[in-house]
Nanobody, 124 residues
Framework: QVHLVESGGGLVQPGGSLRLSCAAS????????IGWFRQAPGKEREGILC????????YIAESVKGRFTISRDNAKNTMYLQMNSLNPEDTAVYYC?????????????????WGQGTQVTVSS
C-alpha cells in the first residue's frame, strides 16, 4: 500500500520561506505522478503543483508560479516543495498525493493516495 507523509509545515512571517517534504514508502516516487494540494479553512482543496518524472510533465498553478518549486532526493525517496515569498493567502493545510498521471487540471479526484497533511501558517 502506498504511503505518503508530509512534514515541514509551521508558522512563517509574510515574505518568508518554508520547505515541505513528502516522504514516500512502499513505492518509488518515479512510479507515480506526485501532486501538491492545499486547503484553507472554509475552502475547497486546491491543486497547486503536479510532477511526473516518468512522463516528463510538470504543472504549476498560477497562484504559486514563480514562488513554489519542487525538487527530489531519490536516495531518500522524498519530494520537496520549496515555498518562497509566502503571504497570508498561502495559509492552509498542505498535502501531497500520488496519481498515475500528471494533468494540467490538478484535481483531487485524479489522486489515489494521500498524506495526512501539514499546516502552513503565514502571519506576522
Amino acid at each position: 500500500q502506498v504511503h505518503l507523509v508530509e512534514s515541514g509545515g509551521g508558522l512563517v512571517q509574510p515574505g518568508g520561506s518554508l520547505r515541505l517534504s513528502c516522504a514516500a514508502s512502499r513505492f518509488t516516487l518515479d512510479s507515480y505522478a506526485i501532486g501538491w494540494f492545499r486547503q484553507a479553512p472554509g475552502k475547497e482543496r486546491e491543486g497547486i503543483l503536479c510532477i511526473s518524472t516518468r512522463h516528463g510533465s510538470t504543472y504549476i498553478a498560477e497562484s504559486v508560479k514563480g514562488r513554489f518549486t519542487i525538487s527530489r532526493d531519490n536516495a531518500k525517496n522524498t519530494m520537496y516543495l520549496q515555498m518562497n515569498s509566502l503571504n497570508p493567502e498561502d495559509t492552509a493545510v498542505y498535502y501531497c498525493a500520488a496519481a498515475r498521471f500528471c494533468l494540467a487540471t490538478i484535481k483531487t479526484n485524479d489522486y489515489d493516495y494521500w498524506g495526512q497533511g501539514t499546516q502552513v501558517t503565514v502571519s506576522s
